[in-house]
Nanobody, 121 residues
Framework: QVRLVESGGGLVQAGDSLRLSCVGSGRTFGNDAMGWFRQGAGKERDFVAGINWSGDSTYYADSVKGRFTISRDNAKNTVYLQMNSLKPEDTAVYYC??????????????WGQGTQVTVSA
C-alpha cells in the first residue's frame, strides 16, 4: 500500500518556524518529483512548493518565496518543508503529494492525509 504521511504541524505564533515532514512508504518516491499544497478553511487547495527527484530544482508559490524551503532525503523517502516567518495567513492543512512539481492538484497521483498548521497573530 502506497502511503504519504505528514507530520510536524501545530499551533505557533506569527514569526515562528515549523518544519513539516512527509514520509513515503510502499513505493520508492526517490524517483518522483514531490510537492506541498495547503488548504485553508473554505478555500481551494493551493500549491506551496515543489522539488524534482534529485532535489536540485525547487519551485515556490509567490506567497511563500523567501520564507519556506522544500528539501528531500531520498535515502529516508522523506520530503521536508521548512517554514520560517510564519504569518496568520499561512494557517491551513498542509498536504504532501507525488509525483509532479506542477502547481496543479490534478497533476499528482499520491496524497497524504494532511497536517494542520495554525498561526496565531
Amino acid at each position: 500500500q502506497v502511503r504519504l504521511v505528514e507530520s510536524g504541524g501545530g499551533l505557533v505564533q506569527a514569526g515562528d518556524s515549523l518544519r513539516l515532514s512527509c514520509v513515503g512508504s510502499g513505493r520508492t518516491f526517490g524517483n518522483d518529483a514531490m510537492g506541498w499544497f495547503r488548504q485553508g478553511a473554505g478555500k481551494e487547495r493551493d500549491f506551496v512548493a515543489g522539488i524534482n527527484w534529485s532535489g536540485d530544482s525547487t519551485y515556490y508559490a509567490d506567497s511563500v518565496k523567501g520564507r519556506f524551503t522544500i528539501s528531500r532525503d531520498n535515502a529516508k523517502n522523506t520530503v521536508y518543508l521548512q517554514m520560517n516567518s510564519l504569518k496568520p495567513e499561512d494557517t491551513a492543512v498542509y498536504y504532501c503529494a507525488a509525483d509532479s512539481v506542477r502547481p496543479s492538484v490534478n497533476a499528482y497521483t499520491y496524497w497524504g492525509q494532511g497536517t494542520q498548521v495554525t498561526v496565531s497573530a
